[in-house]
């Protein structure tokens, strides 16, 4: 194939620009993110129960739902959580590879056969049944600038106008509204019912009948009588829609003709159909709806489709609302990936300069810096083929191929011009010798470093997508640049190099002094090769102790999944004691964002009141806190930021504040760090599975592996028993239902029916006033209708007993758990921390295990996959040099060479204080094939000085003197070209291990 394009250049050069058409044209068509989507697809259920208990919610809901998933296809886990807030929420996880899609449809199906059997009031709101990423791309924030909007107005308008607007946009998995659009609020007065002998169901089914759709037909309509010559449409009123009208619905009549109306026993207005969340943004009042993605959705394409749609809303907003997006992960991943472009520019330069260094000729250097951005733009046409996407790890692949995809080029190019030198031959007669030299070692190191990645592409789970991405990125800008290097290579040193002259390198000033210095390293290394050669034997025990050391050495390396880096925000998680109010969340809401508006660093933050990643409730709330550019922070970082927020918060004596930062990859987990569940595996009880929780938080609180441990759920809070005297209640004609019905009306919620609102049908929900729930004794005033239409006070059946109940609860796999975070104390890694836990989970009561979640999970499969990744790695080398060379022994002498690279790798690692991670493990892949790369340089010429008669040390020794030069310029080209890598600060410059 050379000696063809030497021949016919233009072809060549025709080849060559096709490749770099595809390149251009599919650049803007890849998608762009941080990570590739790596996650397994997971479905999210949401069921809503106003009033239930956590108990009520596991018993009632969540067991029925979790029997049906058992059976769906490809499910890996399920995890579950009920909160007091009335809802509760099933994460089915599958395995990778599966479509989301169909995954969601199947979970479907299942519940269709359990819904018949959930709760009422279940069955009304529906369940949801979503796909999308656990964490937020984006929030959309709606604000009034003058105050002419309160909170409930605002919510309306976000539900009414936006969020349907934004659901539509292409990418956008689930908007998770944190508020409620209007609903008709009926505020029942119990003792006006008492006063008038009414019942919570008088009122229920009064506005039922009341408020329903009249659907009178019309007039003179086919068939019709003869002679009838017009038909018209006839209307009634028949629902109700203003709060005037739902008052004035007539509950009952006197005797006397007067009449008792809704309006006289409750009060009546548009509210909220849901009070449980509220938001601030900057420190006022907002409303705020979260965008997460769907499976597999271009994070950059979305946020721009969502900022595009929010421009074209914006012009419809009403005067004095304004909207806003006060958190967005876009612009880091943005960020991230122009840091890499311009870490892969400054590595191409890097590489130019040693290119030049040793050739000396501008012609010489040109080709090289030609071959290698045509492989690259030809990786980026089979990744579009391929579905993938431009991300950090495809980007960094890259900058790791610089160094290697010149390496062919280099050689070709170094043999072309030592033969000109050497020899005198022309160009062109000095490539047609030097590509019968070389093709062998082209073809050799290609498919030394194509297989060396292959087995990469095998592993399992989230961490198989990651190498993926990599061994996508570096096998294909190898083999172009194989290619590349016997066609377009050879035909540019036929065609631009010029005739040179013997002795060309005695050359005057820094370039003489250079050649001259080579040469005499060159002699000196050829004699110590010599000296080591004579005394192979002494060679062998130090090289199996140096093997031994790297052994040992990689052993003691720490594992971590990835790297945490500087994301542009961190976030806060609020929660105070079990019952704490609203208004008490607020004050500790106001301090924080006191002290976060006060920091120079800080750009914004957006508050959510009600809501945490651990759990809905009056106590909790969750703020995101959005770091400035990373140039104008004065040294500022996320973490640095985010342990002041901490240590400022910690001084104060109301609930508990934790800021975190992000997960490495946002789509598996919410924060960084590890997560578990510490299950129940024997089924012992709540009060069991918290001691169990408290003793291992107390273990863990004493360790120096871990650092704050915590648990990662609600705690349990005091409660009110109700206890009902039934058989009290049946010697009174109350039956148990209307018990229910009061209580569950009155201190909970009731949803009546809809009614028309603005062209939107809302809720009607009716529950007592404010007044009459604020104490226990409240709920004891409560009358309900007996069976001889008398009204019994539920003093006389009730019995209120304090207790403490879980506020929250918590299930995984079908086994009650509780869930743990935490982090890795200070010189200690992610895996090493996880080890520890498990130590410490040893030391509980039997019955309880441990079982790893999220981005911990995937650690350890990562971990536990590397090293059949090496020694597959390893094995693909050894097989693809047998194949080539016809022989065992000589791929021998190449895999030898391996573990000496691995041990300069493994002795940075430890000294920089490093962990095992994900990079860590492709970057040791990438040295295994470099290895190698280098001693089939040596041994490629060594077998074809032996074939020429020459004795075995004497030909080992000349290979080596030969290629020191080109193998000098190979490495220090990779080198240099990782070395933007290793100075790389700001967004995406937390990857060392690659180093």
Avoid at 154 to 175: K, P, S, T
Avoid at 299 to 314: C, D, F, H, K, M
Wanted: contains cysteine.
């Amino acid at each position: 194939m050379p000696q063809f394009f030497i021949h016919r250049p233009v072809f060549a050069w025709v080849v060559a620009l096709f490749i770099i058409l595809a390149g251009v044209i599919a650049i803007p068509k890849l998608p762009v993110a941080h990570y590739p989507s790596v996650a397994p697809s997971s479905v999210t259920i949401t069921a809503t129960y106003p009033g239930a208990t956590p108990q009520t919610m596991n018993d009632a809901v969540l067991s029925l739902i979790e029997r049906e998933l058992s059976s769906v296809k490809n499910l890996l886990y399920f995890e579950s959580t009920a909160d007091a807030s009335g809802s509760a929420s099933v994460t089915a996880t599958f395995k990778p590879g599966t479509n989301p899609e169909l995954a969601q449809v199947d979970v479907q199906n299942r519940l269709k056969a359990v819904e018949p059997r959930l709760p009422q009031a279940v069955r009304q709101d529906g369940l949801s049944v979503e796909s999308a990423s656990s964490s937020f791309l984006m929030i959309v924030g709606l604000s009034s600038e003058d105050g002419r909007f309160d909170e409930i107005a605002l919510n309306d308008y976000m539900a009414r106008n936006i969020v349907e607007e934004l659901r539509r946009i292409d990418g956008v998995g689930r908007v998770q509204l944190f508020g409620a659009e209007q609903a008709m609020r009926i505020w029942i007065d119990p003792e006006k019912l008492i006063a008038f002998g009414l019942s919570v169901n008088d009122l229920s089914t009064a506005i039922t009948e009341q408020n329903a759709p009249i659907v009178p037909g019309s007039i003179g309509a086919s068939p019709s009588m003869p002679g009838q010559k017009v038909t018209s449409l006839l209307t009634a009123q028949g629902q109700l829609s203003t709060p005037e009208e739902f008052a004035a619905i007539i509950l009952c009549s006197n005797v006397d003709g007067s009449n008792v109306v809704l309006g006289d026993v409750a009060r009546v207005e548009l509210g909220a159909q849901s009070y449980g969340f509220s938001n601030r943004e900057n420190g006022q009042p907002a409303t705020a709806a979260a965008i997460q993605l769907a499976p597999g959705a271009n994070a950059v394409r979305t946020a721009e489709g969502v900022q595009a749609r929010l421009a074209e809303l914006n012009q419809a907003l009403p005067a004095g609302m304004k909207s806003s997006i006060p958190f967005n992960t876009a612009p880091f991943v943005k960020v991230s990936i122009e840091k890499v472009i311009h870490t892969l520019i400054e590595a191409m330069v890097l590489v130019f300069l040693v290119m030049l260094l040793f050739l000396q000729n501008i012609r010489y250097t040109l080709i090289p810096a030609l071959v290698a951005p045509i492989a690259l733009l030809g990786t980026f046409t089979v990744m579009l083929l391929a579905g993938f996407s431009i991300n950090v790890l495809t980007m960094f692949g890259m900058v790791l191929a610089i160094g290697i995809i010149v390496d062919d080029a280099i050689v070709v190019v170094e043999n072309v011009e030592r033969i000109m030198a050497k020899e005198g031959l022309s160009p062109k007669d000095a490539t047609i010798k030097a590509m019968k030299e070389i093709t062998g070692a082209v073809v050799g190191i290609t498919l030394v470093l194509t297989v060396v990645f292959i087995p990469m592409a095998f592993s399992s789970g989230s961490v198989g997508v990651i190498y993926q991405q990599f061994a996508l990125a570096m096998v294909v800008s190898i083999l172009f640049s194989a290619f590349l290097a016997l066609s377009l290579t050879p035909a540019l040193c036929a065609t631009l190099l010029k005739p040179i002259k013997l002795g060309h390198h005695d050359k005057g000033g820094f370039f003489g002094w250079f050649n001259r210095a080579l040469a005499r390293m060159t002699t000196r290394y050829e004699s110590r090769v010599g000296k080591l050669v004579a005394r192979s034997g002494r060679v062998m025990v130090v090289f199996v102790v140096i093997a031994g050391v790297l052994v040992f050495a990689f052993r003691q390396l720490p594992s971590a999944f990835l790297p945490e880096e500087d994301q542009g925000y961190f976030m806060t998680s609020i929660q105070l004691p079990a019952n704490a109010t609203t208004e008490r969340t607020l004050d500790v809401v106001k301090a924080y964002e006191e002290y976060v508006m006060a920091r120079p660093a800080v750009d914004g933050n957006m508050s959510i009141l009600g809501f945490g990643f651990s759990g809905s409730g009056e106590n909790t709330a969750l703020a995101f806190t959005t770091l400035k550019e990373w140039g104008k922070r004065d040294g500022a970082t996320a973490a640095s930021e985010a342990e002041g927020a901490q240590a400022a918060m910690s001084q104060l004596n109301e609930g508990t504040v934790m800021s975190m930062l992000p997960p490495a990859i946002d789509e598996l987990g919410t924060k960084s760090g590890f997560t578990m569940f510490l299950q129940d595996r024997r089924n012992q009880g709540p009060a069991a599975l918290k001691a169990a929780e408290t003793t291992l938080l107390e273990l863990a609180a004493q360790s120096k592996v871990v650092s704050d441990v915590y648990s990662d759920g609600l705690p349990a809070g005091a409660s009110i028993r109700l206890d009902i005297d039934r058989q009290k209640a049946e010697a009174l004609g109350v039956s148990f239902a209307n018990i229910s019905e009061i209580l569950s009306t009155a201190m909970g919620s009731s949803y009546i029916n809809d009614f028309p609102n603005e062209g939107r049908m809302q809720q009607v929900i009716m529950q007592a006033d404010e007044s009459a729930r604020m104490q226990v004794d409240d709920v004891l005033k409560l009358h309900v209708l007996n069976s001889r239409g008398g009204m019994v006070s539920l003093s006389e059946v009730v019995t209120p007993v304090w207790d403490e109940t879980p506020l929250q609860m918590v299930r995984y796999l079908g086994y009650a758990a509780a869930s743990i975070s935490g982090s890795a104390a200070a010189g200690a890694s992610t895996g090493e921390a996880m080890a520890e836990m498990e130590r410490l989970a040893q030391q509980l009561p039997p019955g309880f295990a441990v079982a790893w979640t999220g981005q911990s999970l995937q650690e350890r499969q990562s971990a536990a996959q590397a090293p059949m990744l090496v020694a597959l790695s390893i094995l693909a080398v050894f097989l693809v040099l047998a194949a080539l060379y016809e022989s065992w022994t000589i791929p021998l002498s190449v895999i030898l060479v391996v573990p000496l690279g691995l041990l300069g790798a493994v002795a940075a690692m430890l000294l920089r204080d490093l962990p095992n991670d994900v990079f860590f493990k492709v970057g040791m892949v990438t040295v295994i094939g470099l290895s190698a790369k280098n001693a089939i340089l040596i041994v490629e010429f060594a077998k074809q000085l032996r074939e020429q008669g020459k004795g075995l040390m004497e030909a080992a020794v000349e290979a080596a003197s030969l290629r020191l030069r080109p193998i000098l310029m190979t490495s220090l080209a990779f080198g240099l070209g990782v070395v933007p890598l290793m100075v790389a600060f700001g967004a995406s410059a937390k990857p060392p291990s690659m180093r």
